[in-house]
């Protein structure tokens, strides 16, 4: 089972990050925070500060078809925002 399922890239993380040196990822739903450190540390060697996590509901949506309408719902994630040390950074466009 791995932990860390892709890292956030938006306008507002990615801002984070330069200023708070705070990165997100996109977890496991049932990981809890030290296995999420752990993970994190693992994967990038950086030393991490906190952690802080929320669990995102499904939305639900709507499709017009040729043959009705379709009722449905995007799946339930859960991200972690986690806090480098002063002076360490993670790179994410490292492994492409």
Same mark, same amino acid.
């Given at each position: 089972?791995?932990?860390?399922?892709?890292?956030?890239?938006?306008?507002?993380?990615?801002?984070?990050?330069?200023?708070?040196?705070?990165?997100?990822? &996109?977890?496991?739903?049932?990981?809890?925070? &030290?296995?999420?450190?752990?993970?994190?540390?693992?994967?990038?060697?950086?030393?991490?500060?906190?952690?802080?996590?929320?669990?995102?509901?499904?939305?639900?949506?709507?499709?017009?078809?040729?043959?009705?309408?379709?009722?449905?719902?995007?799946?339930?994630?859960?991200?972690?925002?986690?806090?480098?040390?002063?002076?360490?950074?993670?790179?994410?466009?490292?492994?492409?």
């Amino acid at each position: 089972m791995s932990i860390i399922i892709k890292p956030i890239v938006t306008e507002k993380v990615t801002k984070e990050s330069e200023v708070l040196n705070r990165f997100g990822f &996109v977890v496991d739903k049932k990981a809890n925070k &030290v296995q999420i450190k752990k993970a994190v540390e693992a994967a990038y060697g950086v030393t991490i500060l906190s952690v802080n996590t929320m669990n995102v509901r499904p939305d639900r949506t709507t499709k017009y078809t040729k043959s009705g309408l379709i009722s449905g719902k995007t799946n339930a994630i859960k991200k972690a925002i986690v806090q480098v040390q002063e002076g360490e950074t993670i790179d994410f466009y490292n492994n492409i």
